[in-house]
């Protein structure tokens, strides 16, 4: 055996670089083999650190879930506590609902059951309640200006738990147009989570025979004349004119009936405006116009501006049928969109001219 050692040494000092054996050349090629050999042998060692090491992985975990829903309610502790006992970080935030009480947990954005990181963040939506509790006192208010309170109040709860009655009764009174005469359910009257409550209400039309006088629209811009007409259920129609007049781009420069003159029954309001055009750079201004068949009685109207995830109404009315036409002055890429009763019958897409 000891012979077989030293025979096996031998051979493997012949095959090393030796000065007593190789001339120069061959301890050259020897040394360079020798080198190829050596960076190949790290690498492969190197390369089996590594994969042991992904072998091991992170620490991970399964994110449990805390969402409330029909049979079981989870309030904002105890979500946070089995978070941390999964070593989740929880990121709270709040929203108004009208389907679940104060500190329960609407949503989380990580999907239950998914496997994440130790450490990670959690992001949880939790419930503040109705933006409003209880019912207010709007006898005295705006029609217009209650609807605009309503859809404000309620625009980041997932349905309004408090909505005007229709139809409205109008009565005539010597309130200006639009007043709220009588509200049911009185002013006090608690909201309860998850429940409608329908607000009946009676409104002034004004004192008998004045209810559709105009007023002088001359010099007031488009939105302000579209919403006083709107709020009273009168049509109109608005044209651009071309004659030169004192008053800025989109305002009114004629109107028909003139003021102080009432407006026939059945009958429309014709307005003239200027063109806007002072605008910023990616604005567009036009006329939107539709033709709606003739009803036996007024539709429900609403035309909105749509782009990206933000809405805005331009137009909220009763209305007999006939011809729509409105100014807008909206971003370029809007989306207008037209609603009779809630049903979409015209979308129209804007653009600024190149």
């Known amino acids: 055996m000891r012979d077989f050692l030293e025979n096996l040494w ?25 080198l190829i050999i050596g960076v190949l042998g790290t690498m492969i060692l190197l390369g089996t650190l590594i994969f042991f090491i992904s072998l091991k992985g992170e620490n991970k975990t399964l994110v449990p ?16 506590m089995k978070l941390q006992e999964k070593q989740l970080v929880p990121h ?21 059951g998914s496997e994440v990181r130790l450490g990670r963040t959690v992001h949880l939506v939790v419930s503040i309640g109705s933006s409003i509790d209880k019912i207010g006192d709007y006898v005295g208010k705006k029609l217009s200006l209650l609807n605009l309170e309503l859809q404000q109040a ?24 639009g007043t709220i005469l009588e509200q049911k359910p009185a002013p006090g009257t608690m909201i309860q989570e998850n429940k409608i409550i329908y607000l009946e209400l009676v409104v002034s039309k004004g004192p008998a025979g004045m209810e559709r006088v105009l007023d002088d629209f001359r010099g007031k811009p488009f939105s302000f004349v579209m919403a006083k007409l709107a709020e009273r259920n009168i049509p109109f129609v608005f044209t651009l004119t071309n004659e030169e007049n ?29 063109e806007v055009t002072k605008l910023d750079k990616d604005e567009v201004f036009g006329i939107f116009e539709y033709i709606i068949n003739k009803y036996p009685t007024d ?24 011809k729509i036409s409105i100014p807008y002055v909206v971003r370029s890429g809007t989306e207008i969109i037209l609603y009779l009763f809630d049903r979409e019958v015209k979308r129209q897409y804007i653009v600024k001219p190149e």
């Not at 309004?160 to 200006?176: H, Y």
């Open 10 to 34: 031998e051979k493997v000092k012949r095959l090393l670089p030796n000065s007593r054996y190789d001339d120069k050349e061959t301890r050259y090629f020897k040394n360079i083999v020798l």
């Open 65 to 80: 879930d805390v969402t409330s829903n029909e049979t079981v309610k989870v309030d904002i502790i105890t979500a946070i």
């Open 92 to 112: 709270i935030q709040i929203k108004h609902s009208t389907t679940l009480e104060r500190g329960y947990i609407l949503e989380q954005k990580e999907n239950p």
């Open 154 to 177: 309620f625009a980041s709860s997932d349905k309004a738990l408090l909505e005007i009655k229709q139809p409205i009764m109008f009565v005539n009174n010597e309130a200006e147009y």
């Open 246 to 274: 004192k008053y800025k781009g989109g305002y009114v420069v004629t109107q028909d009936p003139p003021p102080d003159q009432p407006v026939p029954e059945n009958g429309v309001v014709s307005l003239e405006i200027n």
């Open 299 to 322: 539709v429900d109207l609403k035309i909105v501006a749509k782009i990206d995830d933000e809405e805005e109404v331009l137009l909220s009315m009763k209305h007999p049928g006939g």
